[in-house]
């Protein structure tokens, strides 16, 4: 019933990951390489599925759903009696929703694999400059959400109180990317604290790009 | 009672603008000028208010609003008796914020003033290249959105049906930003369409980046 087109290491589909085990929805998994043979999502079966060729999309019934952020409101508002993902006051929505944006406008897409791809052929960037590339938009990123979250009274042990929303789904995704990326956590202790403990529940840990059937131990 | 930070020719503000007048809210314009001065959004005045330091900001009473889809939905929440920027059945709301997502995730960021910035000083991108960069994150987005709109039922004079959305709010300020890179509009029809419904609307003509307090007609 639930089909998810999925990558390990993608945190756009690990977030998506993360909201349906913690709604407990039961979900297939469809593992789409983005770098074997040139990268499977510019694969024409996937392409007709999501004309932007990146992943995640999500197969609901007929439904074809692409983008994460708008993916998980639909979890949510679609299985609304499970554990609710988005608070119920204006105020707070906008806020969890600006958090998940500051991530999934402002760092990642400027860190996907096709920008990554586009520095090298067209500005013949190397390896170190594409990863200060990457770093530079983490840690603009990071001391962002640590501002926001760390100043906070709606925020506790979760980005809005004490449940994960939409927000978490979203920051733990990028905090794994920054330690790929060996980025020093230091400066960012609220980031830190709400990613232990969103890491602490059974939900984020299946959801982790190790626990993924198509995880690999290097590459 | 509502004040927006804004620079005429910020796709992001703009965005902001079209909401705020499709729902009859009257609101104070601040001009942020972001290339003046090294750009005044990285004054200690502004920055205090989005450590991000990126337009729009939209200042509600006492709340600082930040991440312009973010805003817009809160403004349709709050304001909800006045015409609907978001459909009601969760299928139709998750297909409107996929499309916003799509320019305000996967198109607008790569092309923000930062990111030009940022190709010059560690790549020595040329003026000519850093357009070519621009164009190239256009097109791939546009040819995705007239695939995603083109070929739905969904979409009629409008994203989403024959009403104005977030989705809309979103498309028409792109639309500026590819006119301004000269993209050949030509293999859009169904873009085109919904940009020239949209303009001939009051609420989208106000907004329009020329028609601002601080518009210039150079630079």
């Given amino acids: 019933m639930l089909r998810l087109y ?3 290491r993608s945190s756009a589909a690990y977030r998506v990951r993360i909201a349906l085990n913690l709604k407990g929805l039961a979900y297939e998994t469809v593992p789409v390489h983005l770098v074997r043979d040139g990268g499977e999502q510019h ?19 007929s439904r074809i759903l692409k983008q994460s952020m708008a993916i998980i409101e639909y979890i949510d508002e679609t299985w609304a009696t499970a554990p609710a993902l988005m608070p119920v006051v204006a105020r707070d929505r906008q806020r969890v ?5 500051v991530i999934a406008c402002d760092i990642h897409p400027l860190n996907n694999l096709r920008v990554q791809q586009y520095l090298e052929s067209t500005f013949g960037a190397t390896q170190e400059q594409r990863d200060e590339w990457t770093r530079h938009w983490l840690r603009n990123g990071l001391a962002a959400l640590e501002h926001i979250l760390g100043d906070n009274p ?10 994960p929303t939409l927000a978490d ?7 794994y990317n920054a330690k790929r990326f060996n980025i020093d956590m230091t400066p960012y202790p609220t980031v830190r604290h709400i990613n232990e403990t ?14 993924q059937p198509d995880a690999q131990t290097a590459g």
Avoid: M
Avoid at 43 to 61: C, D, I, K, Y
Avoid at 198 to 211: G, T
């Fill in 198 to 211: 969103c890491l602490a529940l059974e939900a984020f840990d299946k959801a982790r790009p190790e626990n």
């Fill in 97 to 101: 929703r600006a958090i998940a944006q």
């Fill in 43 to 61: 694969a024409a079966t996937f392409s007709e599925l999501n004309p932007q060729e990146l992943v995640p999309v999500l197969v609901h019934g």
């Fill in 154 to 163: 709606s925020t506790g042990d979760y980005c809005d109180g004490e449940a």
């Fill in 6 to 8: 999925s990558y390990w």
């Fill in 169 to 175: 789904c979203c920051l733990i995704p990028q905090v």
